[in-house]
C-alpha cells in the first residue's frame, strides 16, 4: 500500500536558503514535465492497481502547474493505483501562485488538502530569505482556499534565523495561529553548502545561527501551539485533532512510498532509491525508456538494497520522530525477531539515563528534552 510523492521541481526564484531540486529557469518545461509524470506513474503502476492512501505533490512550486495538469496528473494516478475517495491528496503552494478559479479548480481534480510555505510574519525576514510572498498575500491565499472549500491547510515557518529576536519569533506564530490552521510545521534553518545564505555566512555577510536561540524559539513554540489545542505528533509538526499528516505519517512509520518525478526518492520492496535529478533528463529517460519491474522507472538514478540493520535503524530514526507514537517494541521484536534493547545493547538504556528517551508501556519515546537534541539520539541508529 505505497504512498505516492510527486515532484514539482519548478519555482519562479530560488530562495536563498533552498537545496531542494528545483529549478527557476525551467518554466517552459511545465507541461511535458507533466506529460513524463503521467508516463512514469503509468510505468510504475504496471496493471497492479495497488492501494494508494496518500498523494502529495512537492517541490519546488506544485502551484506553478496548470490545474489542468494536475487533474491529468490525478486521473493517471486513479487509471495505475486504487485510489480511494478518502485519500488525502496534498499539494504544497507558495503564497503569491494562487488565486480562487486555481484553488477551486484543483480541488475539483481531487487536491484536498494544501501546504503553504508562509516561513515568516515579518517582512524583513521574507526578504532575508529571498522569498517572494508578503505576509499580506498568505492571508489572501488562506481566505482563498477556504472560499474554495479546502478544509485542511497546513502552514509552515522557519525559525532560528541569525539574529531573531523571540519577539519577531512570537510575532510570527501569532500571526499563523490567527489564521486557524489545521496543521503548523516548524522548521529550524539549515544553511547548507552550496546556496546563496552558506556564501553570505563564509563571507561574514550574516552571523551564523544561535542554537540556543533557535532552542528558545521552539521552547515557545511548544507553549503556544499547545495552549492554541494542537497536538505536538512529530518533532517538527503539530496538528489540530484528526489532522495529522496521513502523507508524512507513511514516511515516519517506515512505511512504503513511491518517489515520481526528477530527484524524487522511494522506499518499496526493501531497497531506497532515487531518480535522476536533471528535470531535462528525466524527461528524455520517460519518453525513450522502458518499464523496469516495480517499484522503478527507467528514471530510477540508484537503488539501495536495506539490510536488516538499516531497516533496523531507520525505524528506530523515523519513528523515535513521531512523539506519541514512538517505536512499539513489541511491534519491532514482530518485525525484526528482537527487541529495539536487544537490536541495541546498552544504547537505549544509555539515553534513557541521559533524559533523551523514555519507556512508556511498550513503547519507546524521546522525552521533551529528547524532541530539541533529536540528532544526538538518531546517530546511535545510523
Ligand atoms: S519556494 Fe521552496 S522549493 Fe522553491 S526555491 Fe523557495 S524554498 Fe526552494
Redesign the pocket.
Known amino acids: 500500500m505505497p504512498s505516492l510523492y510527486l515532484h514539482i521541481p ?6 536563498a ?4 531540486n ?1 529549478y ?1 529557469s525551467l518554466s517552459e518545461l511545465k507541461e511535458v514535465y507533466a506529460a513524463a509524470l503521467c508516463a512514469e506513474i503509468t510505468q510504475v503502476a504496471a496493471k497492479d492497481q495497488r492501494l494508494v492512501p496518500t498523494v502529495f505533490f512537492g ?3 506544485p502551484s506553478l502547474m496548470s490545474a489542468e495538469s494536475i487533474g491529468t496528473i490525478l486521473d493517471t494516478v486513479r487509471a495505475g493505483f486504487a485510489l480511494s475517495p478518502q485519500a488525502e491528496i496534498t499539494m ?1 503552494a ?1 503564497p503569491g501562485t494562487v488565486d480562487r478559479p486555481y484553488l477551486e479548480a484543483v480541488r475539483a481534480a481531487g487536491v484536498n488538502r494544501l501546504s503553504f ?1 508562509v ?1 515568516s510574519a515579518n517582512q524583513d525576514e521574507l526578504i532575508f ?4 510572498h508578503t505576509f499580506a498575500a498568505v492571508i489572501e491565499a488562506v481566505e482563498m482556499s477556504r472560499q474554495a472549500g479546502f478544509t485542511n491547510l497546513n502552514l509552515d515557518l522557519i525559525y532560528g534565523l541569525p539574529g531573531q529576536t523571540m519577539v519577531r519569533w512570537e510575532h510570527s506564530l501569532q500571526a499563523i495561529l490567527a489564521l486557524e490552521p489545521e496543521h503548523i510545521s516548524l522548521y529550524c534553518l539549515t544553511i547548507e553548502p552550496g546556496t546563496p545564505m552558506h556564501r553570505w555566512l563564509r563571507n561574514g555577510q550574516i552571523e551564523p545561527p544561535d542554537p540556543d536561540a533557535a532552542a528558545d524559539q521552539y521552547e515557545l513554540a511548544l507553549q503556544m501551539m499547545a495552549g492554541h489545542g494542537f497536538s505536538h505528533y512529530e518533532i517538527s509538526n503539530w496538528a489540530k485533532p484528526g489532522f495529522q499528516c496521513q502523507h508524512n505519517l507513511s514516511y515516519w512509520r517506515n512505511q512504503e512510498y513511491l518517489g515520481l518525478g526528477a530527484g524524487a526518492h522511494g522506499h518499496a520492496a526493501g531497497y531506497r532509491y532515487h531518480l535522476v535529478k536533471q528535470p531535462r533528463v528525466y524527461i528524455r529517460r520517460m519518453q525513450e525508456g522502458q518499464a523496469r519491474r516495480y517499484p522503478w522507472s527507467s528514471a530510477v538514478a540508484e537503488v539501495i538494497p536495506l539490510s536488516r540493520a538499516d531497516q533496523m535503524g531507520e525505524t528506530m530514526m523515523t519513528q523515535l520522530r513521531l512523539l506519541q507514537e514512538g517505536v512499539d517494541a513489541a511491534a519491532f521484536q514482530a518485525q525484526f525477531g528482537q527487541t529495539p534493547t536487544e537490536a541495541y545493547p546498552g544504547i537505549i538504556e544509555t539515553l534513557i539515563q541521559n533524559g533523551l528517551l523514555q519507556l512508556v508501556g511498550e513503547k519507546i519515546r524521546l522525552t521533551e528534552r529528547g524532541f530539541f537534541l533529536s540528532n544526538q539520539v538518531f546517530y546511535h541508529f545510523v
Open positions: 519548478f519555482c519562479r526564484h530560488r530562495c536558503y533552498c537545496d531542494f528545483t527557476s517541490g519546488g512550486t504544497e507558495n510555505g516561513q530569505l529571498e522569498r517572494e
